[in-house]
């Protein structure tokens, strides 16, 4: 009993002299990175430049998509005249057509998914710099990203970063 005792009254003794040192020395605060980066200039300009390159994409794929159903109506009005040999020809034609589109397809999103990292990357990059650089400046210990979903609790004496890193960022 008189040893579970000590071993409490031990643990409370951490707990308040971890708490005491973390109050004097650690500094907490937070941000929405995602808020952010909606408001950000550079992420509006990159999803205009994504959904060009989308846009180029999907007329590719509308005009490989007209010439196989041209090509199949024209199957369709000529098939009971046709040889075996030329029916087997045209029909392996559709089937290589409609190949090549789910592959375009397929390459399209990889495409598009590349595309966006590759816009992206520098943007993120742009506001992680700046907390870094706020968080530096106002002798943070530790800022956490409240837009993860992770983060279920931040204390009271953390401070909301958010007008800091948009005011280094030059953002209204």
Known sequence: MMKTMSKIVLMGLMLISLNAVSQSRAKFGHIDTQKLLTIMPDRINAQNE???????????????????????NSYLTQKDSLSELLKQTKEKELQDLQTRIQSFQAQAQQDLQKKQNELMQPIIQKVKDAVTKVAKDKGYSYIFD?????????????DDIFPLVKKELGIQ
């Not at 180029?56 to 196989?68: D, F, G, K, V, W």
């Not at 409240?146 to 953390?158: F, K």
């Open 50 to 72: 994504l959904q060009k390159h989308t846009q180029e994409l999907e007329t590719q794929l509308s005009a490989m998509q007209s010439e196989l159903e041209k090509k199949y």
């Open 146 to 158: 409240t837009s993860t979903g992770v983060l279920l609790y931040w204390p009271e004496n953390s």
